[in-house]
């Protein structure tokens, strides 16, 4: 089995490249193509790579290269883990919006649009390039915005399902509260990319019992601490949203703290420094615990889980991915794409049933999937109109001041990558 990596000069990779390592049994990968146009860093982690590999008794070979065409072909899955811009990109989208009151944010807001903007162009040349050389191969897309992305290569043709890391984050820390192995812990996760809940926190399985109400009876506190939303809004709410609900639910208590200390892109870059130069060293043979705060904690987990179910013959495996709705929120076109649990296999992933949502959930949700229908346009089609529409729509922006603002700033900081612009 080959897989191919594009961003495979991330200091994200070695946190995967220990997943392939350590589930070899679940994902028996014979070659493991990382590609980057950024050479420096590539060979530093394919090193890196290969050590680890060989640490963990590996039998599979991991290659470098910076020719997409020639690491992709004849690849079977292909992940995608790019970041256009760089973490120069991603510090012009935390810092700009601030300037309007807006919260700063690579994912959530216009700092989201703007990254989507960049994005989704590149995406869908490179999934072109994989039609070309590897038309069985499925695409793992971990570049954010996830769903905005994933939407766009759906709607391509292309066999593609969105990956992200807060649903296998938030069993894992569940577990642990509840002296429970992950496999034993199961999620109503439901929403979107990025704007997702738990409904339940089941044992076992989609059927068993529901553990939501002791866990919050008995570690309300702890999770609602990871979150860093007060206790009450849990108890009120009676589910857990993603740290991401931060943004909407205290809007601007994240805007007046992100207006006193540094921007999270500065603070990576700093991580990135450190990171790269233990990458460098040849007796380093495992990935350094100083990873574990880059984020992303789990990804290589999920993404071998993924992997193993779309390319093995196990069975279906049941995950938290994005698809298509294809009406599994009713309130939802087929073709948004949400985050939710779906039973996947070779033909790629169907939604589990979700129960009615609250008007307090799905009010919220359709109204972001109106906001991702508008930015996907923009993102295909360009233009200081789109852009500006998108802005409107989002319920973190929805004054016409404010977008217009937001609309110049996005444009001048995003030119170099936006040849409309």
């Not at 984050?169 to 997702?196: C, E, M, S, W, Y």
């Not at 999920?302 to 309130?331: C, E, H, I, K, M």
């Amino acid at each position: 089995m080959k897989l191919a990596v594009v961003g495979g000069g991330s200091t994200y990779t070695p946190e995967l490249i220990d997943g392939f390592a350590r589930l070899r049994d679940t994902l028996p990968v014979g070659e493991l193509v990382l590609i980057d146009p950024a050479t420096e860093r590539l060979e530093l982690i394919g090193g890196l790579a290969r050590r680890i590999f060989a640490r963990q008794g590996h039998p599979g070979r991991v290659t470098t290269t910076t020719d997409l065409d020639a690491g992709i072909d004849g690849a079977d899955a292909v992940l995608l883990q790019l970041r256009v811009g760089g973490q120069a990109a991603r510090l012009q989208d935390e810092t700009w919006p601030l300037e309007c009151g807006c919260v700063g944010q690579e994912t959530t807001g216009a700092g989201g649009l703007a990254k989507a903007l960049r994005t989704v162009p590149v995406v869908l040349d490179i999934a072109e390039r994989v039609r070309r050389t590897s038309p069985d191969a499925w695409i793992i897309d971990f570049t954010n915005p996830v769903g905005i992305v994933t939407r766009a290569l759906l709607q391509a043709g292309h066999k593609a399902v969105g990956l992200c890391n807060v649903a296998i984050g938030l069993q894992r820390k569940f577990a642990a509260l509840l002296d429970l192995a992950p496999a034993d812990i199961h999620l109503d996760h439901v929403g979107l990319n990025h704007l997702t809940w738990e409904l339940g926190v089941r044992r076992g399985g989609p059927d068993g019992e529901d553990l939501l109400g002791a866990l919050l009876a008995t570690h309300g506190e702890a999770v609602a601490g990871d979150l860093r939303l007060p206790r009450a809004v849990l108890d009120r709410l009676g589910v857990v949203p993603s740290y991401y609900l931060r943004y909407f639910y205290a809007h601007d208590e994240v805007v007046r703290e992100l207006g006193t200390k540094p921007s999270r892109a500065a603070e990576v870059a700093a991580m990135e420094r450190e990171l790269l130069a233990l990458y460098g060293d040849p007796a380093l043979d495992e990935k350094p615990a100083l990873l574990a705060k880059r984020g992303g904690a789990f990804y290589s987990e999920a993404a071998v889980d993924l992997a193993s179910s779309l390319l093995g013959d196990g069975g279906p495996a049941v995950q938290v991915v994005n698809t298509y709705n294809n009406g599994t929120l009713p309130f939802l076109p087929d073709d948004a794409v949400i985050e939710v649990q779906a039973r996947v296999d070779g033909s790629g992933p169907v939604p589990l049933a979700v129960p009615r949502l609250d008007p307090l959930f799905s009010g919220l949700i359709a109204h972001v999937s109106a906001y991702e229908d508008l930015a996907l346009d923009a993102a295909l089609r360009g233009g200081r109109e789109r852009v500006f529409k998108a802005l409107l729509a989002h319920p973190l922006i929805g004054q016409f001041d404010l977008a217009e603002g937001l609309t110049d700033r996005l444009l001048a900081h995003n030119k170099e990558h936006l040849p409309w612009a």
